[in-house]
């Protein structure tokens, strides 16, 4: 009943005109920004902050959310389209979406993503509503070798993503995590393989790589096959409905992203792209046909964007309840709560219950908003594909171009982003493919960061991951999936037959 009379108070908040006008504005904006390749939601927060001075709290908060979570349900648009994503948390969406696109299936891609978009971001809600006092319970109860194990179980995991071999997986997922190491170590403050470049001190700019690896390289791969026209016809409601087989094989998928992308989403430091990915590597996992996966599997794209967008909703578990940032952009949030007066902590909810829950409920209004807004554009975007190549990959181009360069306003991303793209185009025609790379460029520096962390507080002693019950427990569900995949792996392999016996013998 408190549930209930809780929500009552938000949606009575949530439902004033002006709230409802900068909830509109927020998730207008971030589909536009996610549509776009490159910019991203922290770029436009980072924008609009100083706006936000002369706004209330509870719309300056809403609007801010709703370009976070918006951009998540236009950022998987362009990788569906163009194999170019617009968020680093929609890439994954690229490895299914993409080959859909390729087949002529591009509306139904659009609106199964809309659908996993929505089903996703309201189960997120409904845990953020109901389980905010247990998860941050959960989350405090994560130390650095909990987070190293978890990280591990997701590094072996992405040896699972590429559709090859296991071996050239794993080689992918070491070369990402070599790639996460450039820059400086952040223990020691020395520069590692930076080869006496400022800008590599920094690190490597995970925009750029995921431009290059994912855009570039596909631009480059079909510079030879381009037709005399583009693709992709009339567009109506009826060719963007998806079959009764593809609502079966969505249906399950949807559901177990949500509660990945819930559960990433409400611990510290992980957020939205790990989400996508794990959620993607399970399904995958536990699929009757893995082949399917990587040419156009629904159920790679639907499960993926439900994880997206359940993450993101959930990420306002710890920045709200705990005070603790999950990523850059919940880092914004913090700042943006604490410029007009707002202390984000355990007290919030009962010192600040009109705001607390008039977001949450906002949070519902604005993804009615955006399934309102996303589904009649869809014939909008698809006709993206109807553009003669000649002239879309020039654009493709200058987008990326764009979007790179305004991370960091720096040149130095966009040669980078072309010499990846190129490294890209190799490693394509070579048969390694990029998911594996890019999550273990991700996960990379949060295991080196949580392992030393680890054994600094047990005095070098390894002996703690198995010490400690959570860490232990994912360790094993680690150790299982590595020998389930090398059984897997022997079982595949072709037995010899019978060699025929020579002529004459």
Known sequence: MDLLSNLALGFGAAFAPATLLYCFIGVLLGTLIGVLPGIGALATISLLLPITYHMTPASAIIMLAGVYYGAQYGGSTASILLNLPGTPSSAVACLDGYPMAKQGRAGVA????????????????????????????????????????????????????????????????????????????????????????????????????????????????SINNVPRGGTGGRITLRSMMPTREDNRRSMAPMLRGSAVGSFFGALPGTGASIASFMSYAMEKKI??????????????????????????????????????????????????????????????????????????????IGNVMLVILNIP????????????????????????????????????DVQMVALIGVAGYVLMLLRFEAAPLLLGFILGPMVEENLRRALLLSRGDPAIFVERPISASLLAVGALLLLWSCWSAMRRRPVPGPQPSPAGA
Not at 155 to 160: E, R
Not at 187 to 195: I, K, M, T
Not at 288 to 309: H, I, L, M, S, W
Request: charged share 10%.
């Open 110 to 221: 659009l609106f199964m993503t809309t659908v996993a978009s929505f089903v996703g971001a309201i189960i997120g809600l409904f845990v953020l509503a109901a389980f905010t006092p247990a998860i941050s319970e959960l989350g405090l109860k994560f130390g650095p070798a909990e987070y190293f194990s978890m990280m591990l179980l997701g590094l072996i995991a992405a040896s699972t993503i590429a559709t090859g071999s296991p071996l050239k997986g794993i080689a992918m997922v070491v070369f990402g995590l070599l790639l996460g190491m450039v820059g400086t170590d952040v223990n020691s403050g020395v520069a590692r393989y930076d080869f006496d470049i400022p800008e590599l001190t920094d690190g490597l700019n995970l925009v750029a790589l995921a431009m290059g690896i994912f855009g570039i390289s596909e631009v480059i791969n």
């Open 287 to 364: 699929a009757r046909e893995p082949q399917r996966f990587g040419k156009g599997a629904v159920e790679g794209v639907t499960a993926p964007e439900a994880a997206n967008n359940a993450a993101v909703q959930t990420a306002f578990v710890p920045t709200l309840s705990l005070g603790i940032p999950g990523d850059a952009v919940m880092a914004l949030m913090l700042g943006a709560l604490i410029i007009h007066g707002i202390q984000p902590g355990p007290m919030m909810i009962t010192e600040q219950p009109e705001l607390y829950w008039g977001l949450i409920a906002s949070f519902v």
């Open 377 to 412: 554009l869809i014939g909008v975007w698809v006709s993206i594909l109807r553009i003669p190549y000649n002239v879309l990959y020039p654009a493709i181009l200058v987008f990326i171009c764009m979007g790179v360069y305004s991370v960091n306003n720096n040149t130095f």
